[in-house]
């Protein structure tokens, strides 16, 4: 159906057009090039009315509005749209631009299902239907699964915009397809997502498996302690690593310390009383999550299946040495993996992961800082570099987007990008993917929850999409306060009369 009409000066970049009706910022049209179909994205639309022009008063203003409604040729429809490619390119996955620039004159079409269904839904095992396109929202909106485990994933908006919704359901989606996802929950917002056979695994920290680094900051001895360091890494043998008694037998090589006539260790004496202090204190405050006694913590994650690992319960500091623990060990198995793949010979497997893992990681900010280094950070890097040869992709989540490392965010081969308000924030999302989605970009500010701008390998062309509300999802939504409250008097009521009841029995008894 003709909607308008191309006018002015084109480009094979862009044209503008004069349509019947206002057309919508980020709706696909197609421009009826004489040479062949054109695909093209709505990125500017305005609206004007001549009676309306030049309005001077509020009477003025009140007699124009008649005067446009009587006159057909009052309202004018503007837009700028970018040119996509040709349309059959873009159904094939190879975009060509024009050389030449549509002539004006040139018939702007709506665009049908069969336009473009192809290019954002094609119809292979490896697309997964994430949503509907935001303004043809005829249009199924899918993404290519493979892209994501092979060059990673970035998401990326304020709080509430639907980021872990989106998680949730590439989580289950890969599930479904019995693939293995693991994902580093730090909120417990999906601990109770309704997925079949989830695998909720709370994080330990198995003390023997840490360098003397990573223990100081699981016992959370400070960072410019110096000493007590040197005296966690002095004591923290291999001896006592393998041995039974785990935290007997440090605290002993600690006590070592302690006795020592050495001048040197005497003048230590006070920071490895400390340490023991520490140590001590860790066996009672971190019970539950520090274990000398837990199997080899990846015999814990379920291979097909989504897998939850619940660090809640863990320090900032914690976290970040459980996540890298995980990462370091999760690259490593799958490098075994591979490896063992390429070999004829069959050795005895040392192997957890047979198939390719997705590992997503909440919060980025905290855990893949910009301006610190952390072990998870190290790990993650090494991960977005490497774990593409190793079938390892990671999916980086953050509401703070302009406090994530740059360098692992732009190695994301694809960005799911919601609402973003905060021009820095923004900024660091423009530098981070490339440059012909910047035009979406300045979209954000405009975006409602769910829905989404997609970027990168993941689709066939950049677009905005809706994205599908997970239902099942039981927890992380916005809580109602206003409905607490009030479930709360119900029950204050409840506890009043019962107290009011005992208190007549009580004077019955009397
Ligand atoms: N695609 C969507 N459609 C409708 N509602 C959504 C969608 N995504 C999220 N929501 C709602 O928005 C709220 C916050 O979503 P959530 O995914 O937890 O956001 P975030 O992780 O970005 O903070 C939830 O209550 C959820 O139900
Ligand atoms: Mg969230």
Redo the contacts with the bound molecule.
């Keep these: 159906m003709t909607i308008g009409f191309v006018i002015g000066e084109s480009k094979p970049t862009m044209v503008r057009a004069q349509t019947a009706r206002p057309l919508a910022v980020g709706e696909y049209v197609i421009i009826d090039s004489t040479e062949k179909k054109i695909l093209g994205l709505v990125e500017k639309s305005s609206v004007s009315s001549a009676a309306f022009a030049d309005v001077q008063n509020y009477e003025e203003a009140f007699e124009s509005k008649e005067i446009a409604e009587s006159n057909i040729r009052d309202k004018s429809y503007i837009s700028n749209i970018g040119i996509l490619g040709f349309l059959d390119g873009l159904k094939k996955g190879t975009p060509v631009l024009p050389a030449i620039p549509p002539i004006p004159g040139t018939a702007i079409l709506t665009a049908t299902k069969e336009d473009l269904g192809v290019i954002f839904g094609p119809n292979e095992e490896v697309w997964i239907k994430i949503g509907k396109l935001l303004r043809n929202n005829t249009i199924d909106a899918k993404i290519n699964l493979d892209k994501i485990v092979s060059r990673h994933l970035g998401i990326l908006?304020m709080?509430?915009?639907?980021?872990?919704?989106l998680v949730a359901l590439i989580t289950k989606e890969i599930a479904k397809l019995k693939g293995t996802v693991i994902i580093f929950d730090y909120h417990n917002?999906y601990t109770f997502l309704d997925i079949p056979k989830i695998n909720v695994i709370d994080a330990k920290i198995n003390p023997r498996l840490l360098d003397a680094d990573a223990l100081s900051e699981v016992l959370e001895i400070r960072e410019n302690a110096n000493v007590q360091q040197r005296v966690l890494r002095v004591a923290l043998t291999q001896t006592v690593k393998e041995s039974k008694e785990f935290w007997n037998k440090l605290e002993r090589e600690v006590d070592i310390i302690i006795n020592s006539d050495d001048k040197k260790e005497k003048e230590n004496r006070n920071s490895a009383y400390r340490v023991k202090d520490k140590i001590d204190d860790a066996q009672h405050r971190f019970a539950d999550i520090l274990d000398p006694d837990m199997g080899y913590p990846l015999s814990f994650i379920k291979e097909g299946r989504a897998n939850v690992i619940n660090i809640s319960e863990l320090s900032e500091k914690q976290a970040n040495v459980a996540l890298a623990f995980y990462l370091q060990e999760l690259l490593r198995d799958r490098k075994e993996s591979s490896a063992a793949k390429n070999r004829r010979s069959k050795k005895q497997r040392d192997y957890k992961f047979e198939w390719p893992i997705f590992v997503i990681v909440e919060e980025a900010h905290v855990f893949i800082p910009k301006e610190r280094d952390t072990t998870a950070k190290y790990w993650a890097a090494k991960i977005a570099r490497e774990g593409r040869k190793f079938g390892m992709g990671l999916g980086i989540v953050s509401?703070r987007p302009r406090s994530v490392d740059l360098n692992v965010l732009s190695q994301m081969g694809s960005f799911a990008i919601?609402k973003i308000i905060q021009e820095d924030d923004q900024r660091q999302i423009a530098s981070a993917t490339e440059s012909t989605s910047r035009e979406l970009i300045t979209q954000l500010t405009s975006l409602n929850?769910?829905d989404a701008i997609l970027v990168g390998q993941w689709v066939n062309l950049p677009s905005l999409v809706?994205?599908?509300?997970v239902k099942e999802k039981k927890t992380?939504?916005?809580q109602s306060a206003v409905s607490q409250w009030a479930s709360g008097k119900k029950m204050d009521g409840i506890a009043v009369e019962s107290t009011q009841d005992l208190i007549q029995k009580d004077l019955l008894l009397e």
Excluded: Y
Excluded at 466 to 469: K, L, P, R
């Design positions: 908006a709080t509430g915009m639907g980021k872990s919704n917002d509401q919601m929850v769910g809706h994205i599908e509300e992380g939504s916005d």
